[in-house]
């Protein structure tokens, strides 16, 4: 099926959506399959618990994007085309590498990555140059990247509950950095 510039507060799989704009339940967690999502706009934030064989193209995204655990296969390599992406949830999910596709989201915001199974961070995190809220708790991250400096304008950083032993001497260069939760020394 094919839907074309319309107001929609659903999402049908098999679909093909080409410039509908969505308003989709914030309570309402999506499974979608086989969707085509060309110059579309999600207005409120999108929660999804399984995504299988979609494509996302020119799409703009107003609030969040969560992803679920079970929905991330597949989706992540392909997320660096959602450009206009500004907050992106991946808490919970059993993600064990950031993707570098993520690192190219100019206008990404907010990083959700607590209670994953993440190891490290690429040194391309510091191309995030819009990143201003980055949530690394509970995760199996041990060191931060030099390049942590290049996120300029970031002012939160959640670091409790990982296993970081040394915090970088790069983290006095970040400027507007005002919360910042380091993990607990023994």
């Known amino acids: 099926m094919e839907v074309k510039s319309r107001s929609l507060e659903l999402i049908e799989n098999y679909t093909s959506y080409y410039g509908c704009v969505f ?10 399959k ?6 579309c706009s999600f207005r409120t934030d999108v929660v999804f618990s399984q995504i299988e064989n979609c494509q996302f193209i020119n799409c703009n995204f107003s609030n969040r994007f969560c992803l ?5 296969s597949g989706l992540l390599k392909e997320i660096g085309q959602l ?11 059993k993600i064990a590498e950031l ?3 993520i690192c190219q ?3 990404l915001t907010h990083l959700n990555l607590s209670d994953t199974e993440i190891k490290e961070l690429p040194k391309e995190i510091g191309q995030l140059s819009s990143l201003t809220h980055l949530n690394l708790s509970s995760t199996q991250i041990t060191e931060l ?14 670091l409790d509950s990982t296993n970081i032993t040394e915090i970088p001497k790069e983290i006095t260069q970040l400027s507007f950095l005002i919360h910042l939760n380091l993990p607990s020394v023994p």
């Open 99 to 101: 993707p570098i596709e």
């Open 145 to 158: 990247p030099k390049e942590i400096r290049q996120l300029s304008f970031l002012t939160y950083l959640r």
């Open 68 to 72: 679920y655990p079970s929905s991330t």
């Open 105 to 107: 989201l100019p206008s």
């Open 83 to 93: 450009f206009s992406l500004t907050e992106l949830d991946l808490s919970n999910t």
């Open 34 to 39: 086989e969707c085509i999502f060309d110059n």
């Open 23 to 32: 308003f989709l339940s914030s309570h309402k967690k999506y499974k979608i």
